[in-house]
């Protein structure tokens, strides 16, 4: 079975940094890429970070809101995705959910698994 | 940054019903296009990929269609389960995008 469990979410000050952490299960880790997606409690989804394989340079791609504060990173060893968040503002206050795309056989890499998210509340 | 306009914003059905919901894209997509499902207190599903294939285990009463900017999710015949909040989402051009969903809500 496929699990995604996303840990490491906490109130933070303004300023502060945190890192996020995606244990997985259940498959390859080191085949898929991977995502950080968030969510503010009641409103739409926002893509943030992405990570490719070994096999593509492990390049990764950032959104232009989290561009030079957050960093995505994995470890094939581990099966472990991670999100630094360094800086933090108060608009970064939502759930982080870590994402699995799927290979381009089975769905075309995009998302198919996601963790239950992990809560990060920025706040003085 | 390509934006995804969905509408409604709320649909208001009742079980049995056929549900038909837009996403129209700001430039063309080519059919890189998702559509996923998200329930109170859950994580988002996927339903669709590439505009109009149906993921794994997905009924169906779902169906996408569309290419380039405008696209569509239809459910046949809702049932209880299917009222929920869906989101379209491009993966053609970064950064990939969401739409900012529409609520399918019993009547």
């Known amino acids: 079975e496929v699990q995604l469990v996303e840990s490491g979410g906490d109130l933070v000050q303004p300023g502060r940094s945190l890192r996020l952490s995606c244990t997985t299960s259940?498959?390859?880790?080191?085949?898929?890429?991977m995502s950080w997606v968030r969510q503010v409690p009641g409103k739409g989804l926002e893509w943030i970070a992405y990570?490719?394989?070994?096999?593509?340079?492990?390049?990764?791609e950032h959104a232009a809101s989290v561009k030079g504060r957050f960093t995505i990173s994995r470890d094939d060893s581990k099966s472990i995705a991670y999100l630094q968040m360094n800086s933090l503002k108060t608009e970064d206050t939502a759930m982080y959910y870590c994402?699995?795309?799927?290979?381009?056989?089975?769905?075309?890499?995009?998302?198919?698994?996601w963790g239950q998210g992990t809560l990060v509340t920025v706040s003085s | 940054e390509i934006v995804l306009t969905q509408s409604p914003a709320t649909l208001s059905l009742s079980p049995g019903e056929r549900a038909t919901l837009s996403c129209r894209a700001s430039?063309?997509?080519?059919?890189?296009l998702a559509w996923y499902q998200q329930k109170p207190g859950q994580a988002p599903m996927l339903l669709i990929y590439?505009?109009?294939n149906r993921a794994t285990g997905i009924p169906a009463r779902f169906s996408g269609s569309g290419s380039g900017t405008d696209f569509t999710l239809t459910i046949s015949s809702l049932e209880p389960e299917d009222f929920a909040v869906y989101y379209c989402?491009?993966?053609?051009?970064?950064?990939?995008?969401f739409g900012q969903g529409t609520k399918v809500e019993i009547k």
């Open positions: 259940g498959f390859t880790f080191g085949d898929h890429r």
């Open positions: 430039q063309s997509v080519s059919s890189y």
């Open positions: 990570i490719r394989t070994k096999d593509y340079g492990v390049t990764t």
């Open positions: 989402h491009q993966r053609s051009i970064w950064p990939r995008t």
């Open positions: 590439d505009a109009s």
């Open positions: 994402v699995r795309d799927c290979s381009g056989a089975t769905c075309n890499y995009y998302f198919d698994y």
